[in-house]
């Protein structure tokens, strides 16, 4: 025969004792703060995140993630006071480190394979149809492109070259140890504003201005500048990159480097540019352009240089 357990008996058994609460209160907050914690510690997952969730194996290394950090190009383009000249501005230098000149140019197929600095990236360049020359500063390139082609034509290629060259690694321009000039492959050599032992004082001032003044903004509008010499108080100069066959070249040199050097140095009475055939051409070009100016406009109207750099504004 079964016992008959009292009511009283079964009311004490089913309530718990005060250390009985106490015991199943800390286990309560104990768990309750791991939860929290894991909470803390494990994002949200959300339906499309679970989707796309990967399933990693041990060692294996997921491919959307990348196994090096990949470098950022940025090429900036800029408008020079020659029409048909572009220039381009990666954030990467373009000469070599310690490169003796401070440019480098190729104007022919032929001059970007030959010693002594090739460039394979200017040999793609010259391969565009519709350009003549590439100009290479030490941290810009300036392209030139024939008078009768659209840069429209022209620019989407020549950008997707110089971002292929510089993304690459590869250095963009080569040294030949002894090798002879190649034709139509021009700077490269020694600075001619480089300060020498056997300069007199007039054409070491001279040299210094052009440095210091002159160059970063015959520079900044994509070219640069030679000093070839000083005769009979006239400075000799020749103009490089987007200013070679710049139909105002000569703007810039008789309203820029002419009236600076004539008013900073006395003994400088003038300023001769030195051309080759093919800048004469575009000086005639723009002698008659200045002329039909003048007929439409009066014998008072004078062509100016546009850009950033452009001398006309130098004080």
């Known amino acids: 025969m079964r016992g008959v357990i009292p009511v009283q008996t079964l009311r004490a058994l089913s309530r718990p004792s005060a250390s009985g609460r106490q015991s199943l209160s800390r286990v309560g907050r104990a768990v309750t703060t791991r939860n929290i914690s894991q909470a803390a510690r494990i994002p949200a997952i959300t339906a499309s995140h679970a989707r796309h969730r990967p399933h990693l194996r041990p060692g294996h290394q997921s491919s959307a993630l990348p196994k090096t950090s990949s470098r950022t190009i940025y090429i900036q383009t800029q408008s020079t006071p020659n029409p048909d000249a572009l220039k381009f501005i990666p954030n990467h230098p373009v000469l070599p480190e310690n490169f003796p000149s401070t440019f480098l140019e190729y104007s022919s197929p032929r001059s970007t394979i030959g010693g002594p600095h090739p460039s394979p990236l200017a040999a793609k360049l010259l391969g565009v149809d519709g350009v003549k020359s590439v100009f290479y500063g030490p941290d810009f390139i300036t392209v030139t492109k024939a008078e009768d082609v659209n840069w429209a034509h022209v620019k989407p290629e020549v950008f997707s070259l110089i971002t292929e060259a510089i993304t690459s690694g590869e250095p963009i321009v080569n040294t030949v140890d002894k090798a002879t000039a190649s034709e139509g492959q021009e700077g490269g050599g020694p600075d001619s504003l480089a300060a020498n032992d056997d300069d007199d004082e007039v054409v070491a001032m001279i040299k210094e201005l052009l440095e210091t003044r002159i160059r970063p903004a015959i520079q900044e509008d994509g070219g640069d500048i030679e000093f070839r010499g000083f005769h009979?108080?006239?400075?000799?100069?020749?103009?490089?990159?987007?200013?070679?066959?710049?139909?105002?070249?000569?703007?810039?040199?008789?309203?820029?480097?002419?009236?600076?050097?004539?008013?900073?140095?006395?003994?400088?009475?003038?300023?001769?540019?030195?051309?080759?055939?093919?800048?004469?051409?575009?000086?005639?070009?723009?002698?008659?352009?200045?002329?039909?100016?003048?007929?439409?406009?009066?014998?008072?109207?004078?062509?100016?240089?546009?850009?950033?750099?452009?001398?006309?504004?130098?004080?």
Do not use: W
């Open 232 to 315: 009979d108080g006239q400075v000799l100069l020749k103009l490089r990159g987007a200013c070679r066959t710049c139909d105002s070249s000569t703007v810039t040199l008789k309203n820029g480097i002419e009236s600076m050097l004539m008013h900073y140095i006395e003994e400088v009475k003038g300023v001769t540019q030195v051309m080759d055939e093919e800048e004469e051409i575009a000086l005639k070009e723009f002698a008659k352009f200045e002329e039909k100016l003048r007929q439409q406009k009066g014998p008072d109207a004078v062509a100016s240089t546009v850009g950033k750099g452009s001398l006309d504004y130098v004080e």
